[in-house]
């Protein structure tokens, strides 16, 4: 909307609003991922309490970028949405969306009471949807684009921050025991 107004719409603003979604969706799982090492290497426990709110936005935005991608690019004919669900970067795309429906749904009360240490395991599949995610940006844009790269980059930094041994090692040298 702000691009329109400003008159800085590309030559396709309907792809253009598909990447710009699609990249704020990204981001906003990133910054999500990145809460927990934020707390636990260096102790910044007001992280954890935006993550929920975090994977809830970026959840709103793959729900937009879906949206514009069914809706506004292929006017919702099944047949030509489905046709391109056969290339990959559409399929992944896909399979990342569905596996956040879940996420989402059990983000609030009373679900991490209800489903007790299966909300976390559950909930552990950000891992993989962060990986998805990069995955789809990488195959979606032109190649030589370094970008979706240097996230992917960035989500495999976060995930071996998570790893006992390095997080251990990390904490201990950033978080101080006087």
């Known amino acids: 909307m702000v691009d329109a107004w400003q008159g800085n719409l590309s030559a396709d603003p309907i792809r253009g609003a598909i990447l710009r979604t699609g990249k704020v969706a ?10 927990t090492p934020l707390n636990t290497i260096f102790g910044f426990s007001p992280a954890l309490r935006v993550r929920r709110a975090l994977g809830d936005y970026a959840f709103l935005y793959v729900c937009i970028h879906f949206a514009i991608f069914v809706w506004l690019d292929y006017g919702f004919a099944i047949n030509l949405i489905a046709a ?9 795309g896909l399979i990342a969306g569905l596996l ?13 009471k209800r489903l007790g240490k299966n909300w976390k395991r559950l909930h552990s599949l950000v891992y993989v949807i962060d990986i998805l995610a990069a995955l789809h940006y990488v ?4 190649q030589g684009v ?14 071996v921050l998570r790893l006992p041994p390095i997080r ?9 025991q006087d």
């Open 26 to 35: 990204l981001i906003l799982l990133v910054l999500s991922l990145a809460c």
């Open 146 to 159: 370094v970008e979706p790269y240097i996230w992917m980059i960035v989500i495999l930094f976060l995930l």
């Open 100 to 112: 956040l429906i879940p996420l989402a749904i059990t983000s609030f009360q009373p679900w991490p």
């Open 84 to 92: 391109e669900l056969t290339r990959r970067y559409a399929l992944i």
């Open 168 to 176: 251990h090692a990390l904490s201990g040298f950033f978080i101080h």
């Open 139 to 142: 195959w979606v844009v032109k």
